[in-house]
């Protein structure tokens, strides 16, 4: 999980893509990027995931200028909402980067399937449900940058490490329990049990010489 706060611009975009490119391992492919009709995260993803390259000179006029050209397996696809008067009159999904049956295939739908950001919607639900200073137009809103950043850590480790999450969870043939709870650290074999957030504070990050 990762996150930038920031403005809705393309260096912020790098930073949030630059922190994920961080986590992900050498083998594991590219993810599969969905958002809003927002410019900047296209051209950020672009920039991240691609190459700048030089297009042929034809011999008249001037040398065309570098080019920024995305991987071939870089994927990426938009949710446009199209509004008046504030109320939603239609959604366009478009596959932007890479192939459209193979965008639906990694994001689990068919040729017919919706496209959509309800995952990451739910997931800041759940974020303002959890953080008073995500609550709009609430007095507890952050002052500091720093501090926020600081709470959204906290919250990302308590989110993955002590929340059991109902959807992860397995149900057991025997015994009294009827369900073995789990985190998405426990499903990621990160760690073998519930977190408290007593070992979460007292944690010790090892130092790697």
């Given at each position: 999980m990762s996150h930038c706060e920031g403005n809705r611009t393309i260096d912020d975009a790098l930073i949030l893509f630059a922190n994920i490119e961080s986590k992900r391992a050498l083998n594991s492919p590219i993810p599969v990027f969905t958002s809003d009709n927002w410019d900047a995260?296209?051209?950020?993803?672009?920039?991240?995931?691609?190459?700048?390259?030089?297009?042929?000179?034809?011999?008249?006029?001037?040398?065309?200028?570098?080019?920024?050209?995305?991987?071939?397996?870089?994927?990426?696809?938009?949710?446009?909402?199209?509004?008046?008067?504030?109320?939603?009159?239609e959604v366009v999904q478009k596959v932007v980067l890479g192939d459209k049956d193979e965008v639906l295939k990694r994001l689990g739908v068919d040729k017919?399937?919706?496209?959509?950001?309800?995952?990451?919607?739910?997931?800041?639900?759940?974020?303002?449900?959890?953080?008073?200073?995500?609550?709009?137009?609430?007095?507890?809103?952050?002052?500091?940058?720093?501090?926020?950043?600081?709470?959204?850590?906290?919250?990302?480790?308590w989110y993955n490490l002590i929340k059991p999450h109902k959807s992860l969870r397995i149900k057991q043939p025997q015994g009294i329990r009827k369900w073995i709870h789990r985190t998405p650290m426990m499903t990621e074999g990160r760690t073998d049990h519930i977190w408290t957030m007593k070992e979460l504070l007292s944690f010790k990050i090892p130092i790697h010489l």
């Open positions: 995260f296209e051209t950020a993803l672009i920039q991240t995931y691609g190459s700048v390259e030089q297009p042929l000179y034809k011999g008249r006029g001037r040398p065309p200028l570098p080019i920024w050209v995305p991987f071939e397996n870089l994927m990426y696809a938009q949710v446009c909402k199209k509004r008046e008067n504030g109320r939603v009159i017919n399937g919706c496209i959509n950001t309800s995952y990451v919607e739910r997931f800041h639900l759940t974020i303002r449900n959890s953080m008073a200073r995500f609550v709009r137009k609430g007095m507890n809103f952050s002052k500091d940058q720093e501090i926020h950043t600081c709470a959204l850590n906290l919250f990302q480790a």
